[in-house]
């Protein structure tokens, strides 16, 4: 059996955080339902949690693991507060801010370690981070700006978790 590399691995977490980003974005803009969303989250959520256990357990890299359990439960979350109709987001919003802060010591390690493509994406994360809480933990309308944030994270997502994937890029830059 062929294990797989902790950058591929990471290319999948992220195409699926892509696509539920992009299912998301839809959704806050009234053009998917929220079961359908739900749904997206939950396998992204487990997507996520599955690899972070193989990161943890397997390869012995537990920042990873933290890292993909962050996404994870985001996801987890999300659905539970749909499939429950909890009445707010506000804990979803909360637990945003603590992934924000969390984001910036990844972003730190990140640069410090000269991978700067996860020292943007930890960015890029935090800020959408940062727009969630904003939006459902302060509970202050962000409109469309929220939909679009969410859609532009989704793109780059997306592109990058295909890069990675298939060997393209790794977490220092492209291979050449």
Partial sequence: MIL??????????????????????????????LKETAAMCILTGLVNNISGFYNGFAMGDTATMAASFLFGFTYWLFAFNILTKTETYTGLGN????????????????????AWVLAVFWFLWGQLWAAFWVA??????????????TYIVAIINFLVALAFIFGWMTPKGFVN
């Fill in 4 to 33: 797989p590399n902790g950058v591929m691995l990471l290319g999948v977490n992220m195409l699926f955080v892509a696509a539920v980003l992009y299912i998301i974005a839809l959704n806050l803009q009234g053009k998917v339902g």
């Fill in 95 to 114: 637990y945003c801010l603590f992934v924000v802060l969390t984001a910036i010591a990844y972003f730190i390690v990140n640069i410090q370690s000269g």
């Fill in 136 to 149: 459902n933990g302060l509970k202050k309308n962000l409109g469309a700006f929220l939909a679009f944030d």
